[in-house]
């Protein structure tokens, strides 16, 4: 019997290990998720092939913003199914936490954002010259960070989606504004002071901050530091704000 | 129908009074009060929309917006210590379909009881997919098999472990004739040798006969409550389907004379 609120960990992992087996008898997905962010990188590589240092910069933030809207949809979809088919009813009508159940996706999510950002990253550095002065292993941390960010949002938007059309739209309402402001396309400090201020508040903008703090600095800045704390930061909030709108009793 | 009668009487498995529900601003439950008795199989009957699957899902505790008193097992419905004594099946099946059917079973039955040893809980799946007949199937993605297969399906969770209390909200929807009586004959010795209560919601009038006890609902009203028999000798019919076309057109002739005398 599990309290409120404490996890019970085969729980979890039992889910994790269910969301992992459903992906498997879904190759076709699973591709998808692996080998867009590469197909993207390579072209983005020959798009600047005139200017090294672009790609560097451009290159650095895809790696952080592809597992986030990745793992956004993935897990917006695939709660809106657990919720419009019933499983979610049976669930909570049985002894599971809904902190297991979160963290049951977190944790398969996570485990799939790892593959993919180490392609991603190994890509990167390995084949396309991304110039990163930092460890490779800070960009997967990111990376990783980036995903429960994705999972987190996914799964608190998946609760006012009605149906699979209005999940998918969540994506332009609530990634869209996010990539323009986070630095991808200017430098933040370049842009309107007011929309600067609103990426200051938007958790992807450093996420891409932190992949150019590994991007430019060998050692681990406090910059960097403070970056990757408020990404986690959010996710963990998201997150407890998501399991907040998953209710036992529904109307 | 059976020998059912020399039991001792004790405390019911679902007692309700006064139970209402609102669902959207409608009340959909209208002041119920019945009892489900324990090692019985209680058959819930109405017509649809009448609210069976909300007295449902208020038994096993999804069901917001209840008031009244309506207590489970000797708890108040939705009691986090309900949750493994309970075995539910929602109307629609809630099974995964891109997960195979032992996988489902294998997932539920881990959520179910996590410390039980692997051993025990797939000797458990094993006997779940004999009860509902689809040894042959385990292997098959749920997502695959017919709507009859699938329900069957959503039916074996509910058989995971022992649960005291099954809610069965239309298990035989869809099922041939073969197969319902199978499915009648695997609820019967469930209430019989392992004592457990059901309470079970159907269309199909045939089935009501099957019950030990019947509640028939119309408008988010109990109509009657009683052993098929009795209900049969109350209105003079002879089945259960005449004795509730009775009751339900005598309703609509008293709201009608109500009407008319405000
Ligand atoms: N989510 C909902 N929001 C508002 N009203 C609802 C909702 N679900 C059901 N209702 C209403 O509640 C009433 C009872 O519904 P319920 O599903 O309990 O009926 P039922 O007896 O199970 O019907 P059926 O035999 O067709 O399954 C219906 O009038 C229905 O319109
Ligand atoms: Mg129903």
Redesign the interface.
Same mark, same amino acid.
Do not use: H
């Given at each position: 019997m599990t309290a409120a609120g404490a996890l019970s960990l085969p729980r979890t992992t039992a889910t994790a290990a269910r969301v992992l087996r459903q992906l498997r008898h879904d190759p076709r997905t699973i591709a998808l998720m692996l080998l867009v962010p590469c197909v993207m990188l390579f072209l983005l590589r020959y798009v600047f092939d005139a200017s090294a240092r672009t790609f560097d910069t451009i290159g650095a933030s895809l790696l952080g913003i592809f597992p986030l809207i990745t793992m956004f949809l993935v897990t917006s979809i695939a709660t809106l199914r657990e919720r419009t088919s019933g499983t979610l009813e049976r669930l909570l009508a049985m002894p599971l936490g809904k902190g297991d159940l979160i963290a049951g996706y977190a944790l398969a999510f996570g485990a799939v954002a790892v593959v993919q950002s180490a392609l991603a990253t190994g890509l990167a550095v390995w084949f396309l010259d991304l110039d990163v002065i930092g460890s490779p292993w800070l960009l997967l941390l990111v990376a990783l960070l980036d995903a429960l960010l994705g999972t987190a949002l996914g799964l608190f938007v998946s609760a006012f989606a009605a149906s699979e059309f209005q999940a998918v739209q969540f994506m332009p309402a609530v990634i869209f504004p996010q990539l323009l402001l986070c630095g991808l396309f200017t430098p933040r400090d370049a842009m309107h002071p007011v929309l600067e201020a609103i990426s200051d508040a938007l958790p992807m903008s450093y996420a891409v901050d932190a992949m150019n703090e590994v991007l430019r600095h060998a050692d681990l800045t406090t910059a960097f530091v403070r970056d990757i704390t408020v990404v986690a930061g959010c996710a963990l909030l998201v997150l407890i704000v998501g399991a907040a709108t998953l209710k036992r009793r529904t109307a | 129908m059976m020998n059912y009668s020399s039991r001792p009487p004790e405390e019911p498995a679902v007692h309700a009074q006064d139970l209402t529900v609102v669902?959207?601003s409608r009340p959909v439950l209208r002041g119920l009060g019945f009892t489900v008795p324990r090692g019985r199989i209680t058959g819930l009957l109405g017509p649809s929309g009448c609210g069976k699957s909300t007295l449902m899902r208020a038994v096993?505790?999804?069901?917001?917006?209840?008031t009244g008193t309506l207590d489970v097992l000797g708890r108040p419905a939705?009691h =986090? *210590?309900l949750?493994?004594r309970?075995g539910?099946v929602?109307q629609? =099946? *809630?099974?995964?379909?891109?997960?195979t059917v032992r996988?489902n079973l294998d997932?539920?039955a881990?959520?179910?009881d996590?410390?039980k040893a692997g051993a025990d809980r797939r000797h458990d799946v094993e006997r779940v997919l004999a009860d509902v007949d689809l040894t042959g199937h385990a292997d098959s993605?749920a997502g695959t098999l017919s709507g009859g297969q699938r329900s069957r399906v959503s039916l074996a969770?509910a058989l995971l472990g022992t649960p005291e209390l099954l809610v069965l909200d239309e298990p035989t929807v869809g099922l041939d004739p073969v197969l319902r009586r199978d499915l009648w004959q695997l609820f019967h010795s469930l209430a019989e040798d392992r004592g457990a209560t059901l309470l079970v919601s159907s269309h199909v009038m045939d089935e009501a006969e099957r019950c030990h006890r019947l509640l028939l609902m119309r408008a988010g009203e109990v109509l009657a409550e009683g052993a098929p028999e009795a209900l049969r000798t109350r209105t003079g019919a002879d089945t259960v389907e005449t004795a509730f076309l009775r009751l339900v057109d005598e309703a609509a002739a008293a709201a009608r004379t109500e009407e008319s005398t405000r």
């Open positions: - | 669902r959207g096993v505790g999804t069901q917001a917006k209840v939705g =986090p *210590s949750r493994t309970i539910y929602t629609a =099946p *809630s099974v995964y379909g891109d997960l996988q997932y539920f881990a959520i179910l996590p410390g993605l969770v």
